[in-house]
């Protein structure tokens, strides 16, 4: 039979050859110092991760603006004409910045569009953009409400 020894207040303890012997500052391996600094390690990378995905998903839920260019076609040496449409409130301004680039990737034209308040949504507007090669792409570098 195993010995028992006696806990403050009088209850008994387990006994240590059955349970084995824990003191608070070593887990049973005995590398507490290492377990605890793996837990805190990965709890902060846990709060930085669900502090990434709720920053991303509120930055992607709050746009005021959208924009898009359906279609596109080059007209010449030096132009391209887009279409972009654009929702947004349809009491606000706003200004996309319309670019082009040349069949090796190189930006050839750009140039500032008004989209005007109207009233719908969604507004589509034609802009022919002037180049400075000959235009491989229309595409949108970014709206913003003014």
Not at 97 to 123: F, M, N, Q, W, Y
Request: proline share 4%; glycine share 8%.
């Amino acid at each position: 039979m195993s010995q028992t020894s006696e806990a403050p207040g009088g209850e008994s303890a387990a006994p240590h050859d059955r349970y084995g012997r824990r003191t608070p500052r070593t887990g049973a391996n005995g590398r507490a110092g290492k377990d605890r600094n793996l837990r805190i390690a990965f709890v902060v990378f846990l709060v930085l991760l669900v502090s990434g995905t709720v920053w991303i998903g509120l930055n992607q839920a709050n746009r005021e603006i959208r924009a898009s260019i359906p279609a596109f076609r080059v007209t010449s040496d030096r132009t391209v004409e887009a279409q972009i449409e654009v929702r947004k409130d349809k009491d606000k301004e706003a200004v996309c910045v319309l670019r082009s680039r040349s069949e090796d990737g190189t930006e050839v034209g750009r140039k500032e569009v008004r989209i005007p308040a109207a009233s719908s949504k969604t507004v589509t507007v034609t802009e022919v953009l002037q180049t400075t090669d000959r235009p491989n792409t229309a595409e949108l570098d970014g709206c913003r409400i003014v």
